[in-house]
């Protein structure tokens, strides 16, 4: 089982999977070497992301420990972007790379269409505060079902703020958050719905984004179509997905995140 896909700048996270009787050999061997940028992801992430997909897998609860890792030999190249040298930037890997391993986990497995694969990571703030979330997308399609609408995927577990508490402890209007129709991919199983996020800035402020999906979109799985790649503008002008700004009372920021990908071609569905 062997897959690859690649981040927005373009660095490529490439997998095999062998399973030979009880035991199974995940390689990231043909990984991108590591990055100037801040996209490396520590190896204790990459364990732990190789660990998430496999107690998906697992017909039943299982305990997370080490054990879980006893019949899995994983192999990682070093000062990959998954094995970085010590002095390489991590932050972007932990939220965002580690998304991108399991994406091509699951796509060497062929169980779903791609997730979101990003946590959109949105920071505002000034000399007295600062504030971040993260903002949910479309789950990828399975065999079983479509995918999930606008909620935070994989390792993305944060819950997002009340618009009323938002609004009341920040100089923010939150004018838009609802389900983006229509982004996640076709297929006899379609992918989950992105969201539109949509906010109103009462002050100047400086604002970061760290988001994935915006070149590269989620794949679809056995034929269904690819979710649609997330879009970030500022009063209407596109933003890349990875972004530090100013801005000023009045502006208006709109990330629209990614949908997931379909399972299974569309004329399956009437089988």
């Known amino acids: 089982h062997v897959f690859e896909d690649t981040l927005d700048d373009g660095h490529r996270i490439a997998v095999r999977l062998t399973i030979r009787g009880d035991a ?3 390689d990231f061997s043909g990984t991108a070497p590591s990055v100037e940028s801040n996209l490396n992801a520590p190896r204790a992430v990459t364990m732990a992301a190789v660990i998430y997909v496999l107690r998906c897998l697992a017909a039943r609860p299982i305990p997370l420990n080490s054990g879980c890792l006893e ?6 190249p070093e000062d990959s972007i998954l094995d ?3 002095g390489r930037a991590v932050a972007a890997g932990n939220v965002e790379t580690s998304q991108r391993v399991v994406d091509v986990l699951l796509g060497a497995l062929g169980v779903a269409g791609a997730s979101q694969g990003t946590m959109n990571n949105l920071t505002f703030g000034n000399a007295d505060f600062g504030y971040y979330e993260t ?5 990828g399609a399975t065999a079983e079902g479509d995918g999930a609408s606008a909620v935070h995927t994989h390792m993305t577990n944060s819950r997002i703020t009340d618009p009323e508490i938002l609004e ?9 958050f609802a389900v983006r129709r229509g982004s996640g991919g076709d297929g006899a199983h379609r992918g989950g719905d992105g969201v539109i996020r949509e906010i109103e800035f009462l002050a100047g402020l400086s604002v970061s984004l760290i988001a994935e999906r915006r070149k590269s ?12 790649r ?32 379909g399972y299974g071609a569309p004329d399956e569905s009437s089988s």
């Open 24 to 26: 199974m050999t995940i």
């Open 71 to 76: 019949p899995v030999r994983v192999v990682i």
């Open 84 to 86: 970085p040298r010590e």
């Open 135 to 139: 903002i949910a997308g479309g789950a």
């Open 168 to 176: 009341q402890r920040f100089p923010v209007r939150l004018r838009r």
């Open 217 to 228: 979109a989620p794949y679809g799985a056995k034929g269904g179509a690819p979710g649609q």
């Open 230 to 261: 997330g879009e970030d503008t500022l009063d209407g002008t596109p933003i890349p997905g990875r972004a530090s700004f100013r801005v000023r009372a009045g502006q208006i920021l709109n990330i629209a995140t990614p949908g997931g990908g």
